[in-house]
């Protein structure tokens, strides 16, 4: 630590090089932070899918509805403990950018598909008496600012008579088990009454997905096989996959969105070491006259090249914190905007990490070749430049 402060006199040499090449490792780990938590948001609904759930879709993906009568023929398959009718209403609320993530559920088995969702019973007990019932999560409450007892306006898909406005009553606000995620989720989604939905649907009698639970998450895919032949050769065939599956091949229709943003960062980083480098090098062949001073004061090989060393790696490392702290803030606007797509995005302890390697890495190959030569730098040829 006593030689901090020469290091930071070396560092600021040639300040507007310094504050330029400062001012792009920031920018490059804000989006490195970004990025990784966007990613990583993206990837939780495969990480965190419980693996006793099933989806069961038409066969050629969300292109067509299946017919709410496969529920019973569905239910009847050994090993299933229930399959729940859904239908995706989605919608905006107020401003069409505020979309809410709002799904037609059965009443008479939610929220057994998934025992993550708390409600407390009244108010369950209050969505199964309420034909235009309506549970929502906390925090989407608490975005719009709805109370229990409040009439929601949602602007969605066009009902029989033609209408877009569907009219529901909030009767509960529903939280997600941290504990059982192991992470804290966003409880950003809003259930409706299915009957409630196809009473006034223009396609009555149909779902976009059921949504199964089964006894033994090991006998997932004998029973996804099960249910496929059940209604194959049929004009609504059916393909079956577990949540983890079904949410990574929804993710798929975006891109390879982890190949998308690695490739983005690999060039981003690579550049950065190029620029970081040439900085370092320049600062070097301007310093040669100071470090062989330093030699002929007493300073060894070693400690000249380490004295390069830690000026890169303050360099780095400094920029580096200061990018993955505006990332930090930069995260929880970035998820009030986007929460029905991003709800768990946040920056992890992971990324972190990564980041701190990233800049210890880059800190040492920007300075490898300079701090190489310094610890070969000869004294009189140094002092012999003018």
């Not at 509960?172 to 196809?198: C, E, N, S, T, W």
């Not at 194959?232 to 059916?238: G, K």
């Not at 380490?306 to 580096?320: K, Q, T, W, Y």
Request: with cysteine; net charge positive.
């Amino acid at each position: 630590m006593k030689f901090l402060p020469l290091v930071w006199a070396m560092l600021w040499h040639s300040k507007l090089r310094t504050w330029l090449t400062f001012l792009s490792i920031v920018v490059a780990f804000l989006l490195f932070g970004l990025l990784q938590s966007v990613t990583g948001a993206f990837k939780a609904g495969v990480r965190l899918a419980a693996d006793d759930q099933l989806m069961v879709t038409y066969k050629q993906g969300l292109t067509k509805l299946l017919p709410l009568a496969y529920r019973g023929r569905i239910e009847r398959i050994d090993g299933i403990t229930l399959a729940e009718p859904n239908m995706w209403v989605g919608g905006w609320y107020g401003d069409p950018k505020n979309q809410i993530q709002n799904i037609a559920v059965a009443v008479d088995t939610f929220p057994g598909f998934d025992d993550r969702v708390l409600i407390p019973a009244d108010q369950l007990a209050a969505f199964r008496a309420t034909r235009m019932g309506a549970i929502a999560g906390r925090d989407l409450a608490l975005k719009n600012g709805w109370k229990i007892g409040d009439r929601i306006p949602i602007n969605a898909q066009p009902k029989k008579d033609g209408s877009t406005v569907w009219d529901f009553q909030l009767v509960g606000i529903m939280d997600l088990d941290d504990k059982r995620f192991g992470q804290h989720i966003p409880a950003m989604g809003m259930y409706v009454r299915f009957d409630y939905y196809d009473e006034l649907s223009p396609w009555p009698g149909h779902v976009v997905w059921f949504a199964v639970r089964i006894k033994d998450p090991k006998q997932a895919s004998a029973i996804s096989k099960a249910i496929d032949r059940e209604f194959a050769n049929s004009e609504f065939e059916t393909r079956t996959q577990t949540m983890a599956a079904f949410q990574a091949g929804f993710l798929k229709q975006f891109g390879d969105v982890g190949l998308i943003m690695s490739s983005i960062l690999g060039a981003v980083f690579f550049t950065l070491l190029l620029v970081a480098g040439n900085t370092m090098m320049q600062a070097y062949r301007e310093r040669v006259p100071e470090l062989a001073v330093l030699k002929t004061l007493g300073f060894t090989d070693r400690r000249v090249a380490l004295l390069v060393l830690a000026e890169s790696l303050l360099l780095c490392g400094s920029a580096a914190a200061i990018g993955m702290l505006l990332a930090a803030g930069a995260i929880p606007p970035i998820r009030d905007a986007m929460a029905q797509f991003l709800a768990g995005l946040t920056l992890e302890n992971l990324t972190i990490a990564a980041g701190a390697a990233l800049a210890l890495a880059l800190g040492m190959l920007a300075a490898l070749v300079p701090a190489w030569r310094s610890a070969r730098l000869s004294v009189i040829a140094a002092l012999a430049v003018k």
